[in-house]
Nanobody
Framework: VQLQAFGGGLVQPGGSLRLSCAAS????????MGWYRQAPGKQREVVAR???????NYTDSVKGRFIISRDNARRTVFLQMNSLKPEDTAVYYC??????????WGQGTLVTVSS
């Protein structure tokens, strides 16, 4: 498995979850890392991305609530999700851009926000 994601689950509205995703050592290096999500019946959308220099970008609906970060030494990307809403319910996928420019995807982790 090249990308392993952890941290999904069931949480009540207003709660928090932290996702993590580690890229295997088969990646010599990684450039951008990020999180995408796909809700039932909808297309996959970007949630947040972070460059190798730590520059971040968020989709408008999560700004001020989610924080993306990375640990370059461990090839790991994190997504701290706060003030979760039912509309955040989706399968979350981590993504890395390798040194060749190719995008690689993790297997997805389900986040369910419900009371």
């Amino acid at each position: 498995v090249q990308l392993q994601a952890f941290g999904g689950g069931l949480v009540q509205p207003g709660g928090s979850l932290r996702l993590s995703c580690a890229a295997s050592r088969s990646f010599f290096s990684v450039n951008d890392m990020g999180w995408y999500r796909q809700a039932p019946g909808k297309q996959r959308e970007v949630v947040a991305r972070i460059t190798s220099r730590g520059i971040t970008n968020y989709t408008d609906s999560v700004k001020g609530r989610f924080i993306i970060s990375r640990d370059n030494a461990r090839r790991t990307v994190f997504l701290q999700m706060n003030s979760l809403k039912p509309e955040d319910t989706a399968v979350y996928y981590c993504m890395v851009v390798s040194s060749t420019g190719a995008m690689h995807w993790g297997q997805g982790t389900l986040v369910t926000v419900s009371s």
